[in-house]
């Protein structure tokens, strides 16, 4: 297998030197002017509507998607790219209808939220499961794969790649959400960039491979020869289906996944949440913009990978350790393959999307320990510079935590994506309906939050690991709501168990609300969610385009 040659680590030190440089740049500027945590956590008024945007994507676009959405890409097609298309029109519900909220009652972190609206006991527990989940399955798995494919490009030590990629993110998080907002938008220029060239060298190739030429020569070719692979909505009885269960995708748990994901989520919302609300929204809108060419970067190439693979290419190279087809190994063999100086630049690329994601991440951590823990309940007359400090630590803390965990979560097993799904899906329903019905309706009560919150991942795990067992759930099987597994017990779809479980919270909560309302609204008038004409322009072009997108490739 070809290794990195010269040229290319020449385009990596641009890149590395490039961001460093400029992340150094920034650090400096607002050093003198840092006055408070909120600056440090939140870079608070400083960030622009196309720094915000970027580092939306910069910091969701990771080795996750490059490595395990091009796996799936590989295995069953442009119907994976349902996560990306949706996530452009709940980005749009998001700036619409969730920024005005947080922005008019000054909510800084999701836990601030939840205390605001509910109360202390929610909000403490809703931060230790935020917590659990972000080093235990996010900063773990975005970790791994990121080391996993710069070991597999580069011939490099794995560990040695983990502990590089950590220690990189770390100079960039110290510098706190400032520098990152900033240098997430040169992150974003390398990812964008070199992702393109991949996806254009590989449908090159596969042109090529059929004795012919181009890129649209290439694209056609793949619509011929795997046509099963370009299709957005699975039938019952399709072998995915149980990843993507039809209509769910348009209409049921896809909706939690990216609106939970989008909106309640302190990874993401903290890059808007320093802003006013028309920049908030101006970079909300950019982000979905991007999100509708995350396909053609994340997808398109596990879909070539997969062509060429039926052409009997590296047939030894996708092969794990067992002997076993490996899905997540489809992207790294295809920056083999791109000359020297190119798969550089798709090396940077990768680079950049774990580091942007990792930096991202450790900063929310850090955040939510020092914010919501650390002030509230063990030093509440902390100095700034003292919260500042402790959050330099924790990102140190949460980094070398991650490394030790990521080799024992199995994450290898399940496919990157997917692993990270799953594991979030558990607790993606119950926190979603804590916030939907905090954010409109009043009577919602500190009860109905918590049963939703504890009971919601309670029910979560009896869904996927008691219920087949105790219930025959065939009878659902012609509903679409029940698959079955090859050792033949019906379970139902993890999108599927996230509307079910999060159709039984609003439930509980409706009734606990109705039984004794709450006193704690939010401030909350129907001019908040009015938006400019060119949001609106903008919001139109994106609906349109996934209605386009849908129908060609329903």
């Known amino acids: 297998m070809q290794r990195l040659q010269t040229l290319d680590?020449?385009?990596?030190?641009?890149?590395?030197v490039i961001v460093a440089a400029y992340g150094y740049w920034i650090y400096q500027r607002k050093k003198a002017k840092e006055t408070s945590s909120n600056d440090f956590f939140l870079a608070e008024g400083s960030l622009t509507w196309w720094a915000i945007g970027s580092s939306l994507i910069a910091s969701n676009i990771s080795a996750e998607q490059f490595i395990g959405a091009s796996g799936d890409g590989f295995a069953m097609g442009l119907a994976i790219a349902t996560y990306e298309w949706m996530a452009a029109a709940t980005l749009i519900v998001v700036a619409v209808f969730f920024m005005p909220i947080y922005l008019k009652n000054r909510i800084f972190t999701m836990p601030q939220f939840l205390t605001q609206r509910y109360n202390n006991t929610v909000a403490m527990i809703m931060a230790v499961f935020w917590l659990f989940l972000y080093v235990l399955v996010n900063l773990t798995s975005i970790l791994f794969l990121g080391a996993l494919a710069v070991s597999t490009i580069s011939g490099l030590n794995f560990t040695a790649c983990m502990i590089g990629l950590a220690v990189f993110a770390v100079i960039i998080t110290l510098g706190g959400m400032k520098v990152i907002g900033y240098t997430d938008v040169i992150q974003v220029f390398f990812l964008i960039l070199g992702g393109l060239a991949t996806t254009y060298l590989a449908i090159n190739l596969v042109s090529s491979q059929n004795g012919t030429d181009g890129v649209f020569n290439g694209v056609n070719l793949m619509f011929t020869q795997s046509s099963d692979h370009f299709h957005m909505i699975f039938p019952k009885g399709h072998p995915f289906y149980a990843s993507l269960p039809g209509l769910t995708v348009l209409i049921g748990g896809m909706w939690i996944v990216n609106l939970n994901y989008w909106g309640c989520n302190q990874y993401i919302t903290q890059r808007a949440l320093g802003a006013d609300l028309k920049t908030a929204r101006s970079g909300i809108l950019f982000a979905a913009f991007l999100k509708l060419l995350m396909p053609i970067i994340v997808i398109?190439?596990?879909?070539?990978?997969?062509?060429?693979?039926?052409?009997g290419l590296f047939q030894q190279e996708m092969l794990d350790a067992s002997g076993e087809v490996n899905k997540d190994h489809a992207y790294p063999v295809l920056l083999n393959l791109l000359p020297a100086g190119l798969k550089g630049l798709s090396f940077a690329a990768l680079t950049a999307a774990v580091v942007a994601s990792l930096a991202g991440k450790a900063n929310s951590i850090s955040t939510i320990f020092t914010l919501d823990i650390y002030r509230k309940?063990?030093?509440?007359?902390?100095?700034?510079?003292q919260l500042v400090r402790v959050g330099r630590v924790t990102i140190w803390v949460a980094m070398v935590m991650a490394?030790?965990?990521?080799?024992?979560?199995?994450?290898?097993?399940?496919?990157?994506?997917?692993?990270?799904?799953?594991?979030?899906?558990?607790?993606?329903?119950?926190?979603?309906?804590?916030?939907?019905m905090g954010f409109f309706w009043k009577r919602t009560n500190s009860s109905g939050a918590l049963f939703a919150i504890v009971g919601g991942f309670l029910l979560s795990l009896f869904f996927k690991y008691?219920?087949?067992?105790?219930?025959?759930?065939?009878?659902?099987?012609?509903?679409?709501?029940?698959?079955?597994?090859?050792?033949?017990?019906?379970?139902?779809?993890?999108?599927?168990?996230?509307?079910?479980?999060?159709?039984?919270?609003?439930?509980?909560?409706?009734?606990l609300g109705m039984q004794k309302p709450s006193t704690k609204g939010l401030e909350i008038d129907a001019?908040?969610?009015?938006?400019?004409?060119?949001?609106?322009?903008?919001?139109?072009?994106?609906?349109?385009?996934?209605?386009?997108?849908?129908?060609v490739f329903w």
């Open 377 to 385: 309940y063990i030093s509440p007359k902390a100095s700034e510079q």
């Open 527 to 551: 001019s908040m969610f009015k938006v400019a004409p060119g949001f609106a322009t903008g919001a139109t072009i994106i609906i349109l385009l996934l209605v386009i997108l849908y129908a």
């Open 403 to 436: 490394i030790l965990i990521s080799p024992f979560m199995g994450i290898d097993r399940k496919g990157g994506f997917q692993f990270i799904q799953e594991m979030t899906g558990l607790v993606s329903p119950g926190v979603f309906a804590a916030f939907i």
């Open 300 to 311: 398109l190439p596990g879909i070539a990978a997969y062509t060429l693979y039926q052409k």
């Open 9 to 16: 680590y020449v385009v990596f030190l641009i890149y590395f």
């Open 466 to 511: 008691l219920l087949p067992g105790l219930v025959d759930l065939e009878f659902l099987a012609p509903l679409g709501f029940a698959v079955q597994g090859a050792d033949g017990v019906y379970t139902i779809p993890f999108l599927d168990t996230m509307g079910f479980v999060f159709l039984i919270c609003i439930a509980v909560m409706f009734v």
